[in-house]
Antibody, heavy 120, light 107 residues
Framework: TLKESGPGILQPSQTLSLTCTFS??????????VGWIRQPSGKGLEWLAN????????YYNPSLKNRLTISKDTSTNQAFLKISNVDTADIATYYC?????????????WGQGVMVTVSS | DVQMTQSPYNLTASPGESVSINCKAS??????LAWYQQKPGKPNKVLIY???TLQSGIPSRFSGSRSGTDFTLTIRSLEPEDFGLYYC?????????FGSGTKLEIK
């Protein structure tokens, strides 16, 4: 299982920090990865970033690349996403999801999502 | 980026009927397309990956097919629990991209 957590609401220009706490797999195990995806209310899904078991392997959506930082802590089974300089366009439900590269680069387990609002 | 054009936007069908949802990639993605189901209050669920491989635990009434850059999700013998949103996602190259979604409503 995966569970997202975040601040709920933050102000424009602040940095959004999200945490994905998972169980049932390890991000130090070969082939495992975690991705972040977001969905504004009533709209479609947008992939943001992935991180994998091998420390040199992370990927970002170029449309937000200079604002995103993905990281992990294998000792606590957590993955993190930071989005800098947020504005109202970042209002969305944020999901984390598992990738098992032994099967392919798709998301085989998802969290339920955490809603984030940006407001002054 | 690979653009995924998904259709139709809305779909209404009765239990027992069959429906199809389509996704067209803007360029070759080989077989690497996944289909997800989204329902309120539940985690998104992968149904199909690699275009036609049924994810473990998914009923066999769901199937996927591919013709070039055109992909189809078919749901045969619709069950009432199949209502929800359906999305395709190409998992061939970064950045991963999703279709715009199809809302399936059960009559």
């Amino acid at each position: 299982t995966l569970k997202e957590s975040g601040p709920g609401i933050l102000q424009p220009s602040q940095t959004l920090s999200l945490t994905c706490t998972f169980s049932g797999f390890s991000l130090s195990a070969h082939g495992m990865g975690v991705g972040w995806i977001r969905q504004p209310s009533g709209k479609g899904l947008e992939w943001l970033a992935n991180i994998y078991w091998n420390d040199d392997d992370d990927y970002y959506n170029p449309s937000l690349k200079n604002r995103l930082t993905i990281s992990k802590d294998t000792s606590t089974n957590q993955a993190f996403l930071k989005i800098s300089n947020v504005d109202t366009a970042d209002i969305a439900t944020y999901y984390c999801a598992r990738i098992n590269r032994h099967l392919g680069y798709f998301f085989d387990y998802w969290g339920q999502g955490v809603m984030v609002t940006v407001s002054s | 980026d690979v653009q995924m054009t998904q259709s139709p936007y809305n779909l209404t069908a009765s239990p027992g009927e069959s429906v199809s949802i389509n996704c067209k990639a803007s360029k070759s993605i080989s077989k690497f397309l996944a289909w997800y189901q989204q329902k309120p209050g539940k985690p998104n669920k992968v149904l199909i990956y690699d275009g036609s491989t049924l994810q473990s635990g998914i009923p066999s009434r769901f199937s996927g097919s591919r013709s070039g850059t055109d992909f189809t999700l078919t749901i045969r013998s619709l069950e009432p629990e199949d209502f929800g949103l359906y999305y395709c996602q190409q998992h061939n190259e970064y950045p991963f991209t999703f279709g715009s979604g199809t809302k399936l409503e059960i009559k």
